[in-house]
């Protein structure tokens, strides 16, 4: 993963690092809760569901941002560079390491769903078996928590193909967000439809992004903070959360407010570890899924009912989740060395950086 600092116009954009970091500690967060949190006994306190519950209410925020930072970094190999000099980093890398990484986890998460007693009915994922036709139709479908590689070939292919016809193509992505369930049930593939605008917007409107949220605006952040948590609350009250209209105008203000957050922040607080974990989104999103499901194994019996334990549990999805970033990245220590670096990037590209949009 490359580490070059983020220029736009002979300035530093500081908030993207950051930005990068948060979202892929929120994925984590996420996966922890839903898979290992839940399995948790808690007595009388309904943590699981306040948990979830909250983190569903950033379900507009987490892919979103992602994609919109990946297309904004892709923005001059779509818009300025030709297919030969940006294919192989930005298509053959990110296609290897999809089925790569996918192959690795479908094969240990089969084991452990086979091997370990037990296992079948704690770790989800039924789809999940050594048979070949099945593994191939999840590689096509993204049917794996490897999708975003699979996502970033497709989008970058596409942006790059329509690169002179902007807003036909912003506008036939943001029809597919808005039909997507209703174009396939296939629920990963739906994920692929859903957030191709956020890439394009970050791509062809990097320019003004890069202006606009150049410095934090109070007024901006204040405006959009309220505008944001009014319309979660109508949406709420309306029972029209998850709709896909709503939720591309939740994703739009909730970006916006999380990038004037993080730019607020980081005034006075170079939230340095995050930074540095924005630096290294790789081998946290293709290994931690590996790490979670052990956890989950293990928490399965836990009991947390009492009050010192449900003291603990308040805060556990976090101690996890900073738990298994920390041990991807140990993980990416130990292997970044001889064969072990085309885990990580491109066979034949070993002294060439993975691209930024990862």
Same mark, same amino acid.
């Given at each position: 993963m490359t580490t070059t600092p983020i220029v736009h116009g002979g300035q530093r954009i500081v908030w993207i690092d950051a930005a990068k970091g948060a979202c892929i500690f929120m994925v984590v967060l996420w996966h922890t809760t839903i898979f290992s949190y839940t399995r948790i006994d808690f007595g009388t306190l309904p943590l699981d569901s306040l948990w979830t519950g909250v983190l569903t209410a950033f379900k507009p925020l987490r892919m979103p941002l992602?994609?919109?930072?990946?297309?904004?970094?892709?923005?001059?190999?779509?818009?300025?560079?030709?297919?030969?000099?940006?294919?192989?980093?930005?298509?053959a890398t990110l296609f290897w390491l999809y089925v790569l990484w996918m192959t690795i986890n479908w094969l240990v998460i089969s084991l452990m769903r086979t091997q370990i007693p037990g296992a079948a009915g704690v770790i989800p994922g039924e789809a999940y078996t050594l048979d070949v036709v099945e593994f191939m139709r999840g590689v096509f479908l993204a049917d794996s928590g490897i999708w975003y590689l699979y996502a970033l070939v497709l989008y970058f292919v596409v942006?790059?193909?329509?690169?002179? =016809?902007?807003?036909?193509?912003?506008v036939t992505l943001a029809l597919l967000q808005i039909l997507s369930e209703h174009i396939t049930q296939a629920w990963n593939f739906q994920k692929l439809l859903d957030y191709g605008i956020f890439y394009a917007l970050g791509c062809f409107g990097r320019d003004h992004i890069a202006r606009i949220y150049a410095d934090f605006?109070?007024?901006?952040?204040?405006? =959009?903070?309220?505008?944001?948590?009014?319309?979660?609350?109508?949406?709420?009250?309306?029972?029209i959360f998850y709709w896909p209209v709503m939720q591309l105008?939740?994703?739009?203000?909730? =970006?916006?407010?999380?990038?004037?957050?993080?730019?607020?922040?980081?005034?006075?607080?170079?939230?340095?570890?995050?930074?540095?974990?924005?630096?290294r989104t790789l081998p946290v999103y293709v290994l931690h899924m590996l790490l979670v499901h052990p956890v989950t194994l293990l928490l399965a019996d836990v009991d947390l009912s009492g009050t010192a334990g449900q003291a603990l549990a308040v805060a556990l999805p976090v101690l996890i989740?900073?738990?298994?970033?920390?041990?991807?990245?140990?993980?990416?220590?130990?292997?970044?060395?001889?064969?072990?670096?085309?885990?990580?990037?491109?066979?034949?590209?070993?002294?060439?950086?993975?691209?930024?949009?990862?």
């Open positions: 992602f994609f919109l930072i990946s297309g904004f970094l892709a923005h001059s190999a779509i818009t300025r560079r030709t297919w030969q000099a940006t294919f192989r980093s930005r298509v942006c790059k193909i329509f690169n002179r =016809v902007t807003v036909p193509l912003l605006s109070a007024r901006r952040w204040a405006l =959009v903070g309220v505008v944001l948590l009014a319309s979660m609350a109508l949406a709420r009250q309306l029972g105008f939740l994703s739009c203000l909730m =970006v916006s407010f999380a990038i004037d957050t993080l730019s607020l922040i980081l005034r006075f607080w170079q939230m340095r570890a995050l930074q540095a974990l924005g630096k989740a900073t738990a298994v970033c920390a041990g991807c990245l140990l993980v990416r220590l130990v292997l970044d060395r001889g064969p072990g670096r085309a885990l990580f990037d491109f066979p034949a590209m070993r002294n060439r950086p993975v691209a930024q949009g990862t």
